[in-house]
T-cell receptor, first 114, second 113 residues
Framework: ETGVTQTPRHLVMGMTNKKSLKCEQHLGHNAMYWYKQSAKKPLELMFVYNFKEQTENNSVPSRFSPECPNSSHLFLHLHTLQPEDSALYLCASSQVPSVNYEQYFGPGTRLTVT | GESVGLHLPTLSVQEGDNSIINCAYSNSASDYFIWYKQESGKGPQFIID?????DKRQGQRVTVLLNKTVKHLSLQIAATQPGDSAVYFCAESNSNSGYALNFGKGTSLLVTP
């Protein structure tokens, strides 16, 4: 266990549905991240939150909406997704500043858009 | 643009042999490198990291080598075990990118008996 939990672990949704992914870290970190992992592609950084403030949005479509109510919780709200959005969505956390850049990952949510 | 990549998408080794997974990067400003292991159904897990002021760092059964001249990074696993079968990712970062990690595609390591 890495101290980062994600729910649900699997999600199947239609293109017109609205759903949310949840991430919680129990490590006392102050930065949290959302990544998208597709087959045969590098991990794609989607959003970064430092001290609950969004500091990075890597040109992610507006159908993905992040929310960080406190430093321990991170959500990814999904609406009107496309089939190409099917992927593993990984949450990570870290402490910044730090002597290293290690991020701790959750197990991911496997999302299938039908 | 800047990229991090791996030379081979898959690597098959026999149990007990040593494994070497390679990674190339292109950003001259990269000053921190990290290796992750991802097993099926799990998120990436930290293995070892190295800063650009070092060229070698050892952990338990793992060694990371950094050659800044040719922008090359390698992960060596000694006496590879079946439990080492996973996808291995290298990632880099630099002080200009905050604490963001730039990941490579990954190499799948398969350990055969």
């Amino acid at each position: 266990e890495t101290g980062v939990t994600q729910t649900p672990r699997h999600l199947v949704m239609g293109m017109t549905n609205k759903k949310s992914l949840k991430c919680e870290q129990h490590l006392g970190h102050n930065a949290m991240y959302w990544y998208k992992q597709s087959a045969k592609k590098p991990l794609e950084l989607m959003f970064v939150y430092n001290f609950k403030e969004q500091t990075e949005n890597n040109s992610v479509p507006s159908r993905f909406s992040p929310e960080c109510p406190n430093s321990s919780h991170l959500f990814l709200h999904l609406h009107t997704l496309q089939p190409e959005d099917s992927a593993l969505y990984l949450c990570a956390s870290s402490q910044v500043p730090s002597v290293n850049y290690e991020q701790y990952f959750g197990p991911g949510t496997r999302l299938t858009v039908t | 643009g800047e990229s991090v990549g791996l030379h081979l998408p898959t690597l098959s080794v026999q149990e007990g042999d040593n494994s070497i997974i390679n990674c190339a990067y292109s950003n001259s400003a990269s000053d921190y490198f990290i290796w992750y292991k991802q097993e099926s159904g799990k998120g990436p897990q930290f293995i070892i990291d190295i800063r650009s002021n070092m060229d070698k760092r050892q952990g338990q059964r793992v060694t990371v080598l950094l050659n800044k001249t040719v922008k090359h990074l390698s992960l060596q696993i000694a006496a590879t075990q079946p439990g080492d079968s996973a996808v291995y990712f290298c990632a880099e970062s630099n002080s200009n990118s905050g604490y963001a990690l730039n990941f490579g595609k990954g190499t799948s390591l398969l350990v055969t008996p």
